[in-house]
């Protein structure tokens, strides 16, 4: 898969411990599955905060001297991929501003649906946004002064927030965490000794040594200061849980803890139940490197045909530049990985994939198995076909781009060229799940968890509304 | 002179030819003196505004592939030294933003002495800001609604404004000039065949042989479109003019015409003025390179002493990093310029300088002269002594940093080591510039035309209002 | 493993197709696992010959313009890891020289082990040296007057190197192939349609869609060229045949064919056997990713006992420079990988390694997996112990280091704080390979089938003889 | 002048402070007129030899972080501009080489003239070159067995140089410094305290503040050691003085003395003498930046006329890339200068220029001053016209691209577009310098003094002779 998915954000915060920009940075590296776009820490040490951000990986994004300048008791980390708001240096996050004379940074990973609305508002006002992501309506908004004359100005804010949205925010004495009602985003609390680690995956807490302490529930605001944990609902209504089931697909790393369940046990729990609903004769199974392991260790234990490898990755992948020529056909595939011709040739493989987006990298990977004599192949995707947006956050290609979108199975197999094609159905998914209710299946099954803003399209923000630009923007006048 | 102040801002407009973009990056070419922080040009062919900028000189802020790509018939561009506002990216300029669905860039060269008033509103009532420099007040100005609703807004955010300011803001369809009322800094209008010309200084038009029309006169809003040059008053009342001495004193190209006169002219008359209220018996006259060198000339010409060459110039300093040691003393002067031990050796030496600020760089120039063995130094300073700061757009150091503050010019004289010192008189001075009246000599006189806001400080936005910042960037909580 | 093993080098050859230069990068990039210090390319269309290198990994080293800039129809390229000659730009390959007027690349894969002495002579008779890599002596060879009388003085030259060699030379005409009569390192010949290819391993023909003819054989010589391929002996007499065991154990890649065998499959034998040898009760196997996952194949199959995922792998790992501090241990291990807590907690753990030398890697990842839970952990090595230096290209570390020399198997067991541990024995490893006489194992016996020069040490090279040098060397006078 | 005539190289050396590599980098700095290609230094303290070189300025080449590895007590420096061998890093000076197991750094200022044969000759044994430079042959005679069995080395292998030849010999223990038998270009020793230097030009020693001792002589090798000062004449035999007058024309700043007098003088001289040899009545003298200005004071004086300023300079010319398009005509010359309107408008001028080489830039120039209202323009050159190749080390062009190649003053007038043009003669120029007779006057009247190797092409080398070459180069068969 993930020819076509692009990753989400991920965010890590630390409280109560002098290398916590350090800490920070090691819980986006482990997070940098959640995107690579670009990456930032701030950190504060009681009065100012301090930020350090770039493009690119962490290791890219941060150096050591970065680090060395972040040195305090308090950071807050981000990494992104953009969903709404196209590849600027003025994208980057945490984002850092002043509101009534007090610094404040935030690191935003979801998506909202009413951010459009909000915004034009906010310029009707006479109000200028400096970049096109989502987050900035919500600067707007906490320094508003209407929402700043509420009791609790930042529930109040939370409370007209509509969609997807884990947030966190760096105040000069103490880290704020907030999870939309609706759950869609992972977020965890740990302990390392005496410090706080605030992340979206529990992976993050393994690299820093810090102990699961529970996750943010749907709802909360969860304030880490001198005082220790302290809780609060924001007082959202009416918001249905949609903990996202494509964390489980593909996103998350496998040896987190997400929504209550173990990443990878959940996917090899969706290729035992796949071998169930889909077996067939073979001599070995196969994955497609690296997502789907996972889901055909389930489908060979389950089946019991032997597994084996099929490919071989390239680890050094960097951005190539090669242009195909016609010579060099599926080039794109070939850089990745190289099917292992004496394991291959002359077998009936079980290929298992974790899901099928455009279909065209998988169509890729098929033709090599082919081409080193593969005798058949048989495609068993580890998730139902994808047929519809997702507007919380993961950016899916173009409707009329998803392979699954407007064909049978039938011919979606005829045009990968395998033998035969399965995909795990929605309840096969589901039953792997608990509660299956609590999750968000809109992009199989159209049915969206969270109301979407009349005339909300997901790249609305960028096609109508950029604003400032960076030295190498561009405005249109509509 | 020159070791202390720090230069404006040089502005560029071209109208109505494909080479726009060409010919602005030319007129900052021509107006690098002006600035050398940053550089930026905004195009437009009628719908979209496209920006490049960058840190540094025109040509390391610009690349070809800029030019490319700001290929349109309408440009605007800015060479910037930071007057307020620190050395961030986010301060390079014209700024763009989009206003009620319109994009508009502008560049802007002078101090406004209201600003920190207007932002300090502007904040209260909930609006962020992205950069230090008090150019944005202007943009949060022009998408007020409040501004928006009058019959013409550009005039009543004018009218509101308190400072110096030339102003060029690019429209889709047109290009608006603007001098404020005491028309402080220069503004020129020229044609270059069909194309229209607007800059700082005469220097530009020369050199994209453009033919000088007029000067944008003070309080006067010029917009070029295809209809041609129209002009209207945007209605200042109460301003007296307030041309800057010092532009002829130091800042601008001898080559330019500005406020109505030569600028090599007025010079040269700066020096035969001198000659004549400071003679003194002297083997030769030789200026301080480069900018002494018309007063110089003047010198020579009224004393009838003949004009030597007592310097070279190093024409490769970059960015020098040596630290002195006990063995190199003097050595940033000897880094630019070198005595000519042949020429000055047993001189009676006439040292004409344009002006000394701190009197450190100065006095290191003289040191040179006498260790290449000058008999006698007569220092003939072209201008008056500077004891006020400058509150409309030039960077002269603190108030106790210079030198002719609170010290005789016997004490200068003994600090500079030379065995006569004369300033030229203030009214020396104004009998060279025409009219006398119309000019500023805040910096020599402390009378200052336009009224100081209470509680203005030059450098206030920066320490007290820092907003976004960017990736390196700092805020402090108060 | 992996921690101290440095890779050797990797090469390819295109001859006869406008995209020759392409498909040596292709190349190259599919063998970016043999070196990732420099990548280099020569090309030619006849006349001249073109070159570009650069540091680092293939798609770092080379861009896209120089990819154009080599457009030809024949091209050499080289990746290289230093096992001779420090990492200087100096020392990127292929070297590039004017030979009797006529300009020749070569390309040099392997260890020299009479190159100081070759050396020393040269510089006795004034020759200047340019790089420290023992590949500029043989330069030097086919630029004596004394071997160009030679009938064949390419032949002439090659019988008088000592030690690993496999080398390709470019000329205006044609490539001339070279391998050293032992075959200690792997090279083959495809054919991609009318072109031919030449590489280290089979998995650069696959990449570039070439078919497999055969290996270069041992002490031939491959002339290609326009009359197609010619062959001829150097004539090398009283050598023995000695491949490098540890290309099946570590370096190759799993889908190449070398030696006559499948690397995967030979990896998978290893592992059978080890089974065999070294059975233990057990609830899983599991890899150390991602080297040993064809020995835990084997094992697992012949075991019987189910195979698991223990670690997930990050795929991002850049140049990291994080200090451990006292807080977070094991840092450099869990960059790279993070113990699956769900899969491994309460299990005993059959855990799959290929290769052990410093065993400080290993260690760390055992701690990841007892932290994560695992109840035994029974460290099964798919090789025999590491115990004698290689002078034939492989960069071991210092004898000292290896963690096999001088400790018997329970004392390492200790050391890597695991259950039980068991090696692979020598036999047990020859008897997956044919013939086993043919293979060079002085790594784990000692027996070394190339004489080593008198005094010959691996670094003496550096040491002792470096001559030029380039803009930040240094040169030591003894 | 100066758009065609490429500048040589500049040396410098320090011996006995530990200031030696900052007090070197300053007598770059002070001599980047000589070269602006790439700079370089090398210090020892006794035992290595380090390097620190880099394209481009002095401050561009080489970082505070290099002077501080360099710091030692004994330094050898170079700025380079090409006069043999193309711009490649492998040309950096000073090259560092071993001999016989001890370093040696070497710089040099010249062209030798026998370069080729050398060479050819070395190739011809085997020898593989590095560079492109006829430095490089040096170093393969100072390693040549047959040279360092004689009883003085250095001596034996400057006896068979032909050509112009500064160099610095840098030892463990003390700098070499060697002039050629016809002192072609300037070399000179001062004391800074206890510290020695040798630089090429005196104003390198006032930038260090050190007292001018005496030149180095023609065919001496000077050794500056803890011994102090020690002399040998190499023995060179039947060689004709011929000091560049060239120095004086053009190259030297005005500030050294060189040959025995101070350049500004000598300059200057010039001026007088064409004002006796071609007076002209006009109203105003002015020079062509910054070149001329000298020689323009000269002419002042003795004719009587006024002088002033013509131009002003843009000092912040960089590389600039325009391309100018019908709009904009002469804009190299534009970018450089710029033309003051209200000095020239209506002037006769005489316009001083120190030579004319191409014709083009002066052409550009005066058609500046005719576009702002010249009413006369009298051209007086204060050289003689260039009508022949140097082959010391000035890059002039291509014969036929010098104006004054086949054409009569009036063609050369006609061209330029003045109303009258006047050279200096030849006899002029010798008048001011002495004695005249040994002063190498070949570019002027083709009368070499050095003899000239049959066959020699002052770019032979580069066209026929390129060896070994760096990451972008390439290499061509005969």
Redesign the interface.
């Given at each position: 898969m993930a020819d076509a998915i692009q990753h989400s954000c991920g965010l890590v915060g630390v409280f109560g411990?002098p290398?916590a920009a350090?800490?920070a940075?090691?819980g986006l590296?482990?997070q940098?599955?959640r995107g690579?776009e670009s990456a930032?820490i701030c950190s504060t040490g009681g009065?100012?905060?301090?930020?350090?951000?770039?493009m690119g990986?962490?290791?890219?994004a941060l150096?050591?001297s970065d680090?060395t300048a972040l040195a305090n008791p308090i950071a807050v980390g981000h990494v992104r991929y953009s969903t709404t708001g196209s590849c600027h240096?003025a994208n980057?996050q945490p984002l850092?501003?002043?509101i009534g004379?007090?610094?404040v940074a935030v690191a935003h990973n979801g998506n909202l649906v009413n951010a459009g609305r909000l915004r034009a508002e906010y310029?009707?006002?006479?109000?200028?946004f400096?970049a096109t992501s989502d987050t900035e309506v919500i600067?707007?908004m906490l320094?508003?002064?209407?929402y700043?004359s509420h009791a609790d100005p930042l529930a109040a804010v939370m409370r007209d927030l509509v969609g997807s949205f884990c947030l966190l925010l760096l105040h000069?004495d103490r880290i704020e965490a907030v999870r939309d009602a609706s759950g869609n985003r992972p977020m965890c609390i740990g302990r390392?000794?005496a410090a706080w680690v605030i992340a979206s995956e529990t992976?993050a807490l393994?690299?820093?040594?810090a102990e699961y302490v529970r996750d943010v529930a749907p709802g909360e605001i969860v304030t880490i200061s001198e005082r220790g944990l302290e809780s609060r609902s924001f007082g959202a209504v009416g918001v249905r849980r949609g903990h996202c089931i494509f964390e489980h697909v593909y996103f998350a790393?496998?040896?987190s803890?997400i929504f209550g369940q173990?990443v990878?046990?959940v996917r090899k729990e969706f290729g035992r139940r796949l071998a169930r609903e889909a077996p067939v004769p073979a001599d070995l199974v196969v994955a497609v490197p690296?997502c789907a392991?996972?889901a055909a260790?389930g489908y060979h234990?389950e089946s019991g045909i032997?597994?084996?490898?099929g490919?071989?990755?390239?680890?050094?992948v960097?951005?190539?530049?090669?242009?195909p020529?016609q010579?060099?056909?599926d080039?794109t595939v070939?850089?990745k990985l190289?099917?292992?011709?004496?394991?291959v040739e002359g077998q009936r493989l079980v290929v298992v994939e974790d899901s099928v987006v455009r279909g065209t990298t998988t169509r890729g990977k098929m033709q090599s198995l082919r081409r080193a004599g593969a005798k058949e192949i048989h495609l068993r995707v580890a998730s139902a076909p994808i047929r519809h947006p997702c507007h919380y956050g993961i950016d899916f290609p173009q409707h009329d781009e998803l392979i699954a979108n407007g064909r049978t199975v039938e011919q979606i197999r005829e045009y990968l060229g395998v033998d035969s094609l399965a995909y795990l159905s929605l309840e096969g998914m589901l039953s792997c799940v608990t509660p299956p209710g609590d999750f968000c299946n809109a992009c199989f099954s159209g049915n969206y968890p969270i109301p979407i803003d009349p005339g909300f399209r997901k790249d609305a923000f960028e096609q109508q509304?950029?604003?400032?630009?960076?030295?190498?923007?561009?405005?249109?006048?509509?």
């Amino acid at each position: 898969m993930a020819d076509a998915i692009q990753h989400s954000c991920g965010l890590v915060g630390v409280f109560g411990t002098p290398d916590a920009a350090q800490l920070a940075y090691l819980g986006l590296y482990s997070q940098q599955h959640r995107g690579q776009e670009s990456a930032g820490i701030c950190s504060t040490g009681g009065r100012e905060i301090l930020r350090r951000a770039g493009m690119g990986r962490v290791t890219d994004a941060l150096s050591p001297s970065d680090l060395t300048a972040l040195a305090n008791p308090i950071a807050v980390g981000h990494v992104r991929y953009s969903t709404t708001g196209s590849c600027h240096a003025a994208n980057s996050q945490p984002l850092l501003v002043n509101i009534g004379d007090a610094p404040v940074a935030v690191a935003h990973n979801g998506n909202l649906v009413n951010a459009g609305r909000l915004r034009a508002e906010y310029e009707r006002r006479g109000h200028l946004f400096n970049a096109t992501s989502d987050t900035e309506v919500i600067l707007h908004m906490l320094a508003d002064p209407a929402y700043r004359s509420h009791a609790d100005p930042l529930a109040a804010v939370m409370r007209d927030l509509v969609g997807s949205f884990c947030l966190l925010l760096l105040h000069p004495d103490r880290i704020e965490a907030v999870r939309d009602a609706s759950g869609n985003r992972p977020m965890c609390i740990g302990r390392a000794g005496a410090a706080w680690v605030i992340a979206s995956e529990t992976c993050a807490l393994d690299m820093v040594d810090a102990e699961y302490v529970r996750d943010v529930a749907p709802g909360e605001i969860v304030t880490i200061s001198e005082r220790g944990l302290e809780s609060r609902s924001f007082g959202a209504v009416g918001v249905r849980r949609g903990h996202c089931i494509f964390e489980h697909v593909y996103f998350a790393d496998p040896s987190s803890r997400i929504f209550g369940q173990n990443v990878h046990r959940v996917r090899k729990e969706f290729g035992r139940r796949l071998a169930r609903e889909a077996p067939v004769p073979a001599d070995l199974v196969v994955a497609v490197p690296n997502c789907a392991r996972c889901a055909a260790l389930g489908y060979h234990e389950e089946s019991g045909i032997p597994i084996g490898r099929g490919f071989t990755t390239n680890h050094y992948v960097g951005r190539s530049f090669i242009q195909p020529t016609q010579l060099i056909r599926d080039l794109t595939v070939r850089l990745k990985l190289n099917a292992i011709r004496d394991v291959v040739e002359g077998q009936r493989l079980v290929v298992v994939e974790d899901s099928v987006v455009r279909g065209t990298t998988t169509r890729g990977k098929m033709q090599s198995l082919r081409r080193a004599g593969a005798k058949e192949i048989h495609l068993r995707v580890a998730s139902a076909p994808i047929r519809h947006p997702c507007h919380y956050g993961i950016d899916f290609p173009q409707h009329d781009e998803l392979i699954a979108n407007g064909r049978t199975v039938e011919q979606i197999r005829e045009y990968l060229g395998v033998d035969s094609l399965a995909y795990l159905s929605l309840e096969g998914m589901l039953s792997c799940v608990t509660p299956p209710g609590d999750f968000c299946n809109a992009c199989f099954s159209g049915n969206y968890p969270i109301p979407i803003d009349p005339g909300f399209r997901k790249d609305a923000f960028e096609q109508q509304q950029l604003r400032f630009v960076d030295a190498h923007g561009v405005l249109r006048r509509p």
